[in-house]
């Protein structure tokens, strides 16, 4: 198994071996194939998303990160199976069949693909013993959304998930749902992805650093993605909020923030300064959310090295810190 060199923490991945039991074909989302390179997204009958082969080809998901320096690669769920997997009309099943191919994925790869699973979410409880048996298939936690269904991530009725994270080891990767939609009163393109992704980011974050939860689970590990959205711009307003409401904890919702873990993908090297300020040079991770952006895995390599030369990121903040840093939150150091 090769040395982790550079690890990419968001990446998606939906396989051909995704099972949707008789009766669920109506709704629910599959990949199918057509050709070598091309494939759809279905939700039912309509079409979500056209896609490439490196969403479901293992061999051509590793050639790319061969060509473009990476040498391992966190698997997540495509955010809409996700979604699916935890409403409650959903099959029970579903959740179960995405984490075997993901983990079968894993396999195929040589380890260099790592897993994380979905959960059936509607049931909390169900919930719970999915999660471990993501980790007996040796997933290493799972992927959330930035909300459940009509749930924060402080809600209550969260609290047994968190605690049974807490105690398998599981890393936590945070991320935005329903393409961003109902977050900002403007809705349709740009505002969706370019406004609410970010804005749902944030109120996730919000929700885990000023809502309790990093607070009552010390050892739970969290990422968010795309740079933990507006939140790291949006912080210093939000501690002065908080404080006003609870009073002042600027030292204990400071250390909390440093907690998160946030990836590189913000599409401007200059915004990297504030995510090292934010949270710490040991916080920051490679991502990519391969296979949706082209080209993306050399691009994000490509930041970091140019965020070096212009003097954005510190020196030590090299793709084998960012390594490191992953392998800490996934719970493998001293692993690979």
């Known amino acids: ?35 070598e390179r ?36 966190v698997i997540s769920p495509v955010p809409v199976t996700m979604e699916y997997a935890w409403r409650p009309d959903a099959d029970p099943a579903y959740a179960g069949s995405m984490n075997d191919s993901v983990a079968e994925a894993c396999t195929r790869s040589g380890g260099r693909l790592i897993g994380l699973g979905c ?26 959304g930035t909300r459940i269904g ?28 329903l393409g961003g939609q109902g977050v900002v009163r403007r809705a349709g393109q740009p505002f969706d992805l370019g406004l609410g992704m970010l804005t749902d980011t944030a109120i996730a974050a919000s929700s885990l650093i000023f809502g309790g939860v990093l607070a ?43 907690r998160l873990y946030a990836d590189t993908l913000v599409f401007d090297d ?9 949270f710490g040079v040991e916080r920051l991770l490679l991502g ?14 490509q930041s970091i090295d140019d965020a070096h030369t212009s003097g954005v990121l510190p020196a030590e903040a090299g793709p084998e810190l960012l390594a490191r840093n992953a392998l800490e939150f996934l719970g493998l150091t001293g692993e690979l």
């Open 1 to 35: 198994m090769p040395a982790a060199t550079a690890v990419d923490v968001h990446a998606h991945y939906l396989g051909t071996d995704l099972s949707v039991s008789a009766g669920h074909e109506v709704d629910s989302p599959r990949l199918v194939v057509e050709g």
């Open 38 to 73: 091309r494939g759809r997204i279905l939700c039912g009958q309509s079409t979500f998303r056209e896609v490439t082969a490196p969403l479901w080809d293992v061999p051509l998901r590793l050639r790319e990160m061969d060509e473009s320096g990476v040498s391992h690669q």
């Open 119 to 144: 959960l059936p979410l509607a049931d909390v409880g169900a919930s719970v013993r999915e999660l471990g048996r993501c980790m007996e298939l040796g997933l290493r936690g799972i992927e959330v």
């Open 150 to 177: 009509s749930l924060d991530l402080d809600d209550p009725v969260l609290d047994p998930l968190w605690a049974a994270c807490e105690r398998a080891g599981a890393a936590v990767f945070v991320h935005p749902v």
């Open 216 to 258: 009552k689970y010390p050892n739970l590990r969290v990422a968010l993605a795309h740079g933990c959205g507006a939140f790291p711009w949006a912080y210093p307003r939000l501690k002065v909020a908080a404080g006003l409401r609870s009073g002042p904890e600027p030292e204990l919702w400071d250390a909390l923030t440093r």
């Open 270 to 278: 200059e915004h990297l300064r504030l995510l090292v300020h934010r």
């Open 288 to 301: 990519t959310d391969t296979p949706f952006f082209p080209d993306q895995l050399r691009l994000s390599m």
